[in-house]
């Protein structure tokens, strides 16, 4: 095939330079034309400039792009082995460096695409957060400080990276808001859903694209709450019908000209119409084979309010319930175990003896793991907002004042942080820089990275926070887009290399 | 975004490398490339006679040095993608100039017009032509062969029948705007002429009664009169034609698409509409036939409407006659006359009184 040209766009791993050292050895075609996603190590293009003795490669060159952007304010970097952050480092140190590196390789060409350097806070409590942080900071002002040195502008950008434990709460509710919900009942990956699994889908609709860049009406609802979907769902399809109709109105040669001039834009809405109709109607139905709408409220009940009584009684009912899912139950008792660690302990301990009879599949100790990985005693911020007076005293009016909407009266821990960055607010002691950075007044960009995983609604969170227009820009990121399966995995692929390394020592 | 160029170190490297290397092999690997590529020429075009050598300009055989009987050209096929690509490429350039031209030629002008329209139809025709021999090359190119690449042709394939689909599809709707507005600018004058032609035959009838002006005037003005109708016809059966032909497209294009539940419906509204069409120019045709041809027929139509005339004159007649009998007309004299009467009386009771 050497009359064609070949482009690589490659991560510049060394398994990768090591299959282009073959290819390049007994090269397939004419030229080759190599881009790599992150920075180039020299002796990465010694390597390559040794094998390439038939001087096919014509041109190599850096394109920042070693990350996955999922929305515009939201970026991934759909890490494997997301676990690893659990774990202390001694369990298994090259797995564990192997995530940083990762870790590092996706921030760093995150701030190189845009072009900044960076000042660098972490989270105190968090290892992995301080590690990354180092690493990042040696990368940006050390090793490659020429690279970096970007133009500066008055005020540097803020790169906070923070740790999931932190928040444990988000990735376990159920959502309610369009993208969200997709992602926690069905599963978006790389903008994508597969709807194979659910039976009856017609063959054009089993793999969808739910992206906002191309898909109008996907950008207008993926935050909006599931009611108000159906609403527009439901005046979409009239649209449509409307319009099906005129088709049908075929009078003069004039009108056939025009319909087979409108056809393909007719057959894209028609795509259209039924991929969000097929979405809705399968969340619809699993929300009703799970009881969601009743696990949910009780969910939102313990993250945002309530007592502690009542909740253990909505929790018991639940776990009693026949219908409710094995994992929802699982959820209910770890989002109980997060709210009243401290109190009442031999109600903790019926509970979890009961999930222990209801659930076959469950692996005893999951909760307590994550109690030790993620308790009240790890935490930094005020998850649950009865630390600080202030917070205390916001909850009661806000119970007061009732919320409008019951399934959706949670908001992450993301929220508060984001709002004593604008305030300028953040703690020193919980959020602390690195080394000797220093940042005066307010920053104009903060790049939040939480280690562990995101979630759909935090970017809700992000995007919504953007649109108001104060002065600073968020952008959020992760290692992976978590929902509360995978949330879960993780932790219970944790727990199993806790347990057998520990066997070991 | 944000790139980095490394080839120049790269190539630094490995000219380094090479110079390194380069003394112990130098000789055995330049006179093997320098050989290289005649023997692949030959052998190439040995196993390829009917294989055009033109657009291969930028294919560089000398890279493969394994063996000679690896071929370095690209397989047929790519010769047509790229006539197409050209084709299409030359089509949008002419289309460009159409629409030039169908600005100037809309351009309300003193002057003929004419050479505006051989050039509008040059061009068009230049056009279609480009796009026909295009859909018969991409026919070629999805004939039966060798399953690698076949994908590859597939979506080659598509993407250049998009490309021809689009560019039709506007040739299309660009003639169209052309022609409707160009009937308006037209249908503008010949209305007023028609109107001028009608009022002036209706005068002369009218003097008609009051003797024989002049037959030979009278005449004219029928026969122009016949003529515009002629002509108005004519454009009728145009018209006629011109939907069918736009009938013929539409089904070719319909072709492409696929064919569901919704294009059925479409294709029974067709069917009727071909057949309602087909129905008006017969009936056109048994109506002319039955009438021959118009200007045989003049002393007719003028008899007819000599007699027309006569007829109406006398229901009009008739009809003030009758109104003149009318009860309404008595009833309101005798009620005048009555108030009158009143009147009188009223006055001389005041007098006596």
Redesign the interface.
Known sequence: M???KAIYFLRPTSENIQHLRRQLA??RF??YHLFFSNI?K?TQ??I???S??????????????DFVAVDPYHFTLNIPSNHMYMLPAVVDPPRLQQFCDRVVDGISALF??L?RRPVIRYQRTSDAAKRIAHEVSKLMYQQESG?FDFRRTEVSPLLLIVDRRDDPVTPLLNQWTYQAMVHELIGIQDNKVDLQSFGKIPKDQQEVVLSAEQDAFFKANMYENFGDIGINIKSMVDEFQQL?KS??N????ED??K???N?PEY?KMHGNVSKHVTLVTEMSKIVEERKLMLVSETEQELACNGGQVAAFEAVTNLLNNENVSDIDRLRLVMLYALRYEKESPVQLMQLFNKLASRSPKYKPGLVQFLLKQAGVDKRTGDLFGNRDLLNIARNMARGLKGVENVYTQHQPLLFQTMESIIKGRLRDVDYPFVGNHFQQGRPQEVIIFVVGGTTYEESRSVALQNATNSGIRFILGGSVLLNSRRFIKDLEEAQRIARSSSSVI | MATRNRTQIFRKHRDALKSVRAPSSSSASTSGRSGGPVIEMVSSSLLHPNQSYAPLSTEDPGSSSNGAVTVGLPPAWVDISEDIAANVQRARVKMAELTKAHAKALMPSFGDGKEDQRLIEGLSQEITDLLRKSEKKLMRLSAAGPSEDSNVRKNVQRSLATDLQSLSMELRKKQSTYLKRLRQQKEGQDGDDLEMNLGGSRSQTEDDDFGDIGFSEHQMAKLRKSEALTAEREREIQQVVQSVNELAQIMKDLSVLVIDQVISRFLAAIYYCVFSALGIILVNAVLSSKQGTIVDRIDYNIQNVATTVEEGLKQLQKAERTQKQGGMVMCATVLVIMCLIMLVLLVIKEILF
């Open positions: 050497s009359h064609l007994s090269p004419g030229e180039l020299d293009i010694h390559l400039a040794d390439d003795e038939h001087e096919v490669v014509q041109q190599v060159q850096e394109f920042y792009a190189l695409a072009k690279l099906a088709n049908q075929i009078q003069t040669i056939m000209a319909f087979v001039d056809y057959r």
